[in-house]
């Protein structure tokens, strides 16, 4: 059988810390699905991009690291307004998987109540790499292109996507 | 005819206080409708327990207290997003009632507007007991169960409660 | 353990088809959870009564068959739009069981996929009690009333429930 | 106080019969509330147009047919899934109103029970004024712009709603 | 063609700065789209009244000040939760048009994806009239009512508006 | 620029039919997004399989055919309830695209309407290669397998897919 886990994220953006993860993770299982969360918000200070942006650009970070496609998914999943349903619907959207990748106690909760295996994965740098000092940096017009691979720098600002983040961080400060 | 009041709370978990307002209300009414409210919720600080546990242990609760089945309705609630239709949902959940114990303003003002009487509830010991203490205890790692009925203390650890609770409260810093 | 199982109906309206599998089931488990199916649905030809109607004229039905109500609880389910997290949605509003009576073979489908244990329920007298027949017969103003228990005939009369599933019926006609 | 009454209709399109009714109704009420129903759809056989293409030639029909803006209100209303909660929904989203005009017995039972005075519209050549004739002679090539204001007709060809509605028609013949 | 702008505001309540920003409007359109937001909410202090309500007084504001009601359409549009959305539902629900004025930088931004023109609208006396000086004025017992038109002042005060902003707030200090 | 198009598909199940169309499809454009339509549908006659299941085997389909994972991505998209805003939505859960495959008049008709070039696919035997004729010979008993990949026929063996379809088909005559 094939050991399958998922590794779950907000990609919000994908960066080096999330590469790091994924090739460990690789290691450990034979096909690895990587679920896009919160896959229907897009245009928020959390959630700037689209799902469909974030699938453009975890694509283009994952061919840039010459990670073999045929070893991954990659599937947006949008949230449940309902922690109780939740599991269910990530399962729904899922091929099967006995092995979840995740440092959010929460997520890993839910998925040991309803019987699922937690994986262990090393956050790499996790100071360094975090999808909101990211976004913080674009607000504030500080570096933050080396924290991401080329390609996805590249594809954030062909469509715009740092005005984006300033356009919401100014509404941020307007409410 | 039948003289119904409906009670509306959360119960996450039902404690000490609950009790006593339920037993002073059943004085006024012959038949009370107990609404388990945010029905939909679980999993979160706010909303540990689903509403099937909170069905079972508060009817563990009532059963602790010798009080008659006949007496009582236990239902569900799912929240509304809008208020402007609350009154109506909940209407359409619960048999037909004349009389609301509630002491949210916002609760007794959507009834008053649509018409229904509102009637008073002391709390006891409204400091000592409050489910906000109860779950803030319990990821403290301090005493709580005195403050619910012995067969609700024995139910939320039965099923992993504290665990679940403790879990939340992890993430919550971690966010 | 408390052995404790499952029905599921919408019960628009009770019969005494429904009372007389309610009693069979209750020789086989120490508790059973009544659900009231569909509860978000009402005033149309399929579900004509809201869901807190139903809960009064069930709870009606079966004070009148003298059904300990500490032998049962009675919860209303809503519907979700999606199959695929039906059983997390019934789990997650209902106390835990073992056991699932239903005649509907998808409803079967969906609980074994899930692990449940399915109960077998003779159905009494079929072909003359159907809830079908009961509101056809409302609306071509012929005789229904000896198919549910008299105090659920006496019910839906008080409430207009005739004149309700007449309007609904002529709307069906004119549509 | 202003008699205000309420008329519902989805207006697929609006025509001659539509605009004779709302001449009858506005000798009997101050101000008429026209509800532009099932808001929330369009490019279906039943609702080929969008609300606000909706709201559009409703605006144009009137202004053709000299009928005084300060008469009435034009409010697109969405569907709520829920019979129990309509009329909640309707009140919420109007101006008061004590009166209500509509053929339809569901919506006039649902706003009977709620206590709303129900007022009798006669529908003029209502053979020969359906929207759902209109439609089918559209899909089918024969005429039907004199069944409907002539500013309708031509705002109905002008954004190229003929071919959408032919469209949807192929598309039902295929399913 | 008629040139068509829209202005986008939630109106709780509507204020002497939205008129005087809609007269400004009014001379660079032949028609205003005014569209009402957040339209399922009321009942909180950021949104204390329905839809209906508003659409109630903002007419009631825009005939005071003698605006012709040929020039502009009232529009109730609800939230969607999702940004990614949210142009296609304004569109769906509104007359076509050209360009929008709003102070929002997301509202901007998002629209200006979508390729619309972007006016500009000067506020009018902004640290004066705003709507959250209002509600919290009502809530604390000072006069507010010069901010308002004074048929919004009085209509507000015959619903009871002032009583449901107090209750409110009061539930606000409480939770 | 990469030539993007767009497949639009249930795949309940995918056949051979839809193998074909999307090696013609390839040799038009440079990536295609595989759309697994109503990807939150399972468990009814139209849709029994789950989008995580339509994955695992389309996967499994296009890999049998020797199909470059570096061409094409596969993305559930849920279905919206409005027409009115499925463009948008269908737009904002995939990489940017220029052309659209489709069968579907309704389909073409309302990416059309968006702007988008429409482009041919010539399906291959229709007659024999259509998902309904498959689901209706398995609940009838017939042979099914030839219409499919066979990594397909046997992974909805191994999933319990065939007795999952003959109890859909058992409800169905039952109801």
Known sequence: MVKRGVFIGRFQPIHKGHIKAIKEILKQVD???????????????????????RITFVKKALDE?????????????PDTNDNRIWVAH?????????????????VRRLLTES??????VKLFERKKYTATLIRTAIIEGK??????PSSVAEFIKDIGGVERIKAIGETKLKL
Chains 1, 2, 3, 4, 5, 6 share one sequence.
Do not use: M
């Open 31 to 53: 096909e690895l699905i990587i679920v896009i969360g919160s896959a229907q918000c897009s245009h928020s200070f959390s959630n700037p991009f689209t799902a469909g942006e």
């Open 65 to 77: 690291n010459n990670i073999d496609p045929n070893r991954y998914y990659l599937i947006p999943v």
């Open 90 to 106: 990530l399962v729904s959207l899922t091929p099967s998987f006995q092995i979840v990748f995740s440092n959010n106690p929460l």
């Open 115 to 120: 019987g699922f295996k937690i994986g262990e």
């Open 143 to 148: 570096p933050w292109e080396e924290s991401v």
